[in-house]
């Protein structure tokens, strides 16, 4: 039986290639999903065809739990959670910031984890108990580690927004009260780059509201175990940050910066 990461690798790779190809072409089959801002494309679903069918040929028990909708039940006990395409706006708008997303599970949470990077060649992986590590070009693996920071007020913080207005007017009620207390913030479009660019130091810590497993499940796991802390806060309702990745030495104080702003909200 071939191993998991590289199939995941090599599937990541396979889809990254076509959804290339696609790049500021054309746009076909656009349609809206949550909202009127939420779209989905032939490109979103082209990619989980060629993802979802490496799957299935190389561990036909194994689940598959899709973005655009794909679902296949297995009796192996391991789920695959597919988003083919995190940051589909960017893409339809012809922006360079968007990845390929594959994430192994088993009952005790996530085994394997890729996201890939097709715009810059880069690809970020992590094996539970493994470590983390990125790719270039396809070159040697480099391991990650988040970076040494202790002090939040120092910290550049990643996050995003929901595609509900709702949600985002509750989100940009928290941020004023995030952005006073942190080095500042950046807003790039794709959750599983953001988490990656954690573990690979390039952000110091991380939140949104993201929800759905294939959304953070492969990045959390690169934090963890690039060295850095993971937690899912309850939400009392949607908009309110749920998942917040750090470097250890900034992640309770930022779990305690966000439970306030929430309350002020």
Same mark, same amino acid.
């Given at each position: ?84 395409? &995190? ?127 294939? &959304? ?50």
């Amino acid at each position: 039986m071939p191993e998991p990461m590289t199939v995941a690798i090599d599937a990541a790779r396979a889809a990254g290639r076509q959804l290339i190809e696609g790049f500021e072409g054309e746009a076909t089959g656009v349609d809206a999903k949550s909202s009127h801002t939420d779209l989905v494309s032939d490109a979103d679903r082209g990619s989980e065809t060629v993802i979802v069918s490496a799957i299935r040929w190389a561990f036909p028990e194994d689940a598959i739990v899709a973005e655009e909708g794909s679902l296949e039940r297995g009796g192996s006990g391991r789920t695959w959670f597919i988003d083919p395409l &995190d940051g589909t706006i960017n893409y339809l708008y012809g922006v360079p910031h968007w990845s390929v997303v594959l994430c192994l599970a088993d009952a005790e949470g996530a085994v394997a984890g890729v996201v890939y990077d097709p715009v810059r060649d880069e690809l970020f992986g992590a094996e539970r108990e493994r470590g983390a590590w990125v790719s270039r070009g396809g070159g040697a693996p480099r391991e990650l580690h988040t970076t040494a920071i202790a002090d939040l007020a120092s910290a550049l913080v990643a996050t995003g927004f929901a595609y509900v207005k709702e949600d985002r007017q509750e989100q940009a009620r928290i941020l004023t009260q995030v952005l006073g207390e942190v080095r500042d913030l950046r807003r790039y479009g794709s959750a599983a780059l953001d988490l990656s660019w954690v573990g690979a130091g390039r952000f110091d810590a991380y939140f949104e509201s993201v929800d759905k497993p294939w &959304d953070w499940m492969a990045g959390a796991l690169i934090v963890r175990e690039a060295g850095g802390r993971v937690t899912e806060l309850p939400q009392a309702r949607s908009g309110h940050p749920h998942i917040v990745a750090s470097a250890s030495g900034v992640h309770d104080a930022l779990i305690a910066l966000l439970k306030r702003a929430v309350q002020v909200a």
